[in-house]
């Protein structure tokens, strides 16, 4: 059994929010069964750094720390904010490795 890593901006201020609907989305468009290589393969999802980060930096810090997933725990997420002058959370960057 293998695994895949996945990356992706999901929209809102609250994550476990935000988190249960990528997953029944990701659960509705490739099924139930297991082994997915989405994000419903994820039963939680941890908060990775507190202050929120333009999408940009989020990705270069995602890339880094993909390694640190493990397929069977949580989905790894940054806040997200518009400018560095705002630092109003406007969605997450949720990012992991899967069973596929």
Same mark, same amino acid.
């Given at each position: =059994?293998?695994?895949?890593?996945? =990356?992706?901006?999901?929209n809102g201020n609250d994550l476990n929010k935000?988190? %249960?609907?990528?997953?029944?989305?990701?659960?509705w468009e490739h099924g139930h069964g297991g082994?997915?290589? *989405?994000?419903a393969e994820k039963p939680s999802v941890e908060?990775?750094?507190? $202050?929120?980060? /333009?999408?940009?930096?989020?990705?270069?810090?995602?890339?880094?720390?993909? $390694?640190?997933?493990?397929?069977?725990?949580?989905?790894?997420?940054?806040? /997200?904010?518009?400018?560095?002058?705002?630092? *109003?959370?406007?969605?997450?960057? /949720?990012?992991?490795?899967? %069973?596929?």
């Amino acid at each position: =059994m293998g695994g895949c890593d996945f =990356m992706f901006k999901v929209n809102g201020n609250d994550l476990n929010k935000a988190f %249960s609907e990528a997953v029944d989305q990701a659960a509705w468009e490739h099924g139930h069964g297991g082994y997915s290589g *989405t994000i419903a393969e994820k039963p939680s999802v941890e908060l990775r750094k507190k $202050e929120p980060m /333009l999408m940009g930096d989020a990705e270069v810090f995602a890339e880094e720390d993909i $390694e640190n997933n493990d397929k069977w725990g949580s989905a790894f997420a940054i806040p /997200l904010c518009a400018s560095l002058e705002d630092k *109003t959370i406007i969605g997450f960057l /949720l990012y992991g490795i899967v %069973s596929s």
